[in-house]
């Protein structure tokens, strides 16, 4: 008996985290439901579903439900960032000097960072991309990359929900095993998977690409 109230014990131990975290949103939320605010959460840049799953786990959801409502928010903005970031851009840019240095600034980045994996890889750089689940990486930054690598919409669409998908599982996966590793190992187990697929993105940055000759280039 002894032996089982201490097996308890330990499960309790390991799970306070999560029992913290539950109570403070509990306060703050009262009354909304918990798949609303894993959506709501998801749906917003730095966190997307990466904030969302463990936000629902701490709400008492379980995870695999916590997981699908994550990847519905998480997608919902970005069919409108990929239509609408070209025009919203070009006319913020036009009517604030900030806005235009903002966007220059965005975009210069994100060419500087990704150009040399999107040529290697293609349309293939921007699922692993979107599924490192990091802040500097996800859904929203997908979507401001596949417009300036001119993906179209028809592609880049289905291509940025596959990386949400994978993204989903790492987090679901990680958030599942807290309450048996406890956070620490739980947070092991996140950057291990987290960095095996930035280990892969970042490799094509790294790697050289073959430049055709001149004449080649240009040769339609």
């Known amino acids: 008996m002894s032996r089982f109230s201490s097996i308890i014990h330990r ?7 999560y029992a913290s975290l539950a109570d403070r949103f ?8 918990p798949f609303l605010v894993v959506m709501i959460i998801s749906m917003l840049p730095i966190f997307e579903l990466r904030g969302g799953i463990p936000a629902g786990a701490a709400l008492d959801m379980p995870v695999w439900q916590a997981a699908i409502f994550a990847v519905i928010g998480n997608m919902i903005p970005i069919p409108f960032i990929l239509l609408l970031l070209g025009p919203v851009s070009r006319w913020l ?6 806005m235009r240095r903002f966007f220059d600034w965005l975009f210069a980045r994100t060419r500087r960072k990704h150009t040399q994996a999107f040529e290697r890889w293609k349309e293939f750089a921007l699922v692993i991309f979107v599924a490192i689940p990091l802040p500097i990486t996800g859904a929203w930054t997908g979507s401001v990359a596949a417009f300036l690598f ?10 940025i929900f596959c990386g949400v998908v994978i993204a989903a599982v790492v987090v679901s996966l990680a958030t599942s095993f807290s309450f048996l590793l406890g956070w620490q190992g739980s947070l ?3 950057a291990v998977l987290a960095g095996v697929l930035a280990y892969i993105y970042f490799r094509a940055r790294k790697e050289p690409v073959e430049e055709l ?3 080649d ?4």
């Open 11 to 17: 499960l309790i131990l390991k799970s306070a985290p």
């Open 26 to 33: 509990r306060e703050a939320l009262e009354g909304v439901p």
């Open 93 to 98: 840019s036009e009517h604030s000097n900030l």
């Open 150 to 159: 001119d993906i179209p919409f028809r592609h880049a669409l289905p291509l």
């Open 188 to 190: 092991i187990f996140f």
């Open 213 to 215: 000759p001149v004449d």
């Open 217 to 220: 280039r240009l040769d339609p």
